[in-house]
């Protein structure tokens, strides 16, 4: 039993490195930060505000806050980022994209702590929400 609690703890641990340094590499080198350079907030203005239609039409959609805080996130607006994926997460408890997008946010703005614990939160319902872990 300790072996098994042990492998699970290893591998949650390597998922949640995984998802910090992935979420980190994918949005600083190919990513949202980039949105800027490659089309600037112009482009990115427009869609922040069709996002608040989405979500005056269906205030519960956990994916119209979510989408709003990644536009957030590229335009750098960290903290906004944070507030709408963490009011997404409010209204979907399970939504794993969204502790991803808040650890990645969280980690832009220093708070490691923070980022960790909504990474091992990404790693526990991938692995144990995944079909067949019932």
Known sequence: MKKHT??????LLGLTLGVIYGCDSATNKNGL???QEKGGNGQVQPSIKDFPKAITVDPKSASAHAGRAALKYATGDHKGAIEDFTKAIELDKEYATAYSGRATAKYAEGDLNGAFS?????ARLMIFKAPGNN
Request: no cysteine; proline share 0%; glycine share 0%.
């Open 6 to 11: 042990l492998l699970v703890l290893i591998t």
């Open 33 to 35: 930060s980039n949105t």
């Open 118 to 122: 909504d990474a091992v939160t990404v």
